[in-house]
């Protein structure tokens, strides 16, 4: 009886959610949490790491969040913004570098809410906090900006009907 009833409870609290379909919404809600892979192209970052980086614990969170202003059910507008924080510290130095950007762009779906393609203008820069004794304080690159292109897969999402 407890496995019939445990069952059922999996099956309605996690498959059928998964299997219904996508409401049709105007305003939608997203972030993400995780980690990022980060290459540096400054000469002077890729030094800092090469000789002080070996001895130093490692974290990278990456925040992303996001509207979306559905147009039609294939084509969203999106606003949004990213943080990167690439943490490293050992007992006696650290290197903490964080990247910011805001970002408009729009959104392809090709399978509405399952499948989409992106392309996003971005606006941002990046804040360097590093004490390691020859080389300690507070930089700041100054704004930049580019473009994010990307392709995402949602395997299970929540949203917030407005």
């Known amino acids: 009886m407890k496995v019939r009833v445990a069952s ?27 980690t990022a892979g980060i290459i ?6 890729q030094d800092l790491f090469e000789e002080h980086g070996g001895d130093m614990n ?10 979306e202003l559905a147009l039609n059910r294939a084509l969203h507008l999106t606003f949004g913004m990213e ?4 943490y490293n510290a050992s007992s006696n130095k650290y290197m903490h570098f964080y ?8 959104r392809f779906y090709p399978i509405p809410q399952r499948l989409s393609f992106s ?32 392709t995402e897969l949602m395997l299970g999402y929540l949203t917030r009907r407005i």
């Open 8 to 34: 059922v409870l999996l099956f309605s609290l996690v498959l059928l959610p998964l299997m219904a379909a996508p409401r049709e919404q105007k305003l939608i809600f997203r972030a993400s949490l995780g």
């Open 40 to 45: 540096y192209g400054s000469k002077l970052v």
């Open 58 to 67: 490692r974290i990278v969170l990456a925040l992303d969040a996001a509207a």
């Open 83 to 86: 943080n990167t924080l690439d």
């Open 99 to 106: 990247d910011y950007g805001f970002y408009v762009g729009i």
């Open 119 to 150: 392309t996003e203008y971005i606006l941002g820069q990046r804040v360097d906090f590093i004490s390691i004794g020859t080389y300690d304080g507070m930089y700041s690159t100054p704004l930049g900006n580019g473009f994010r292109i990307g």
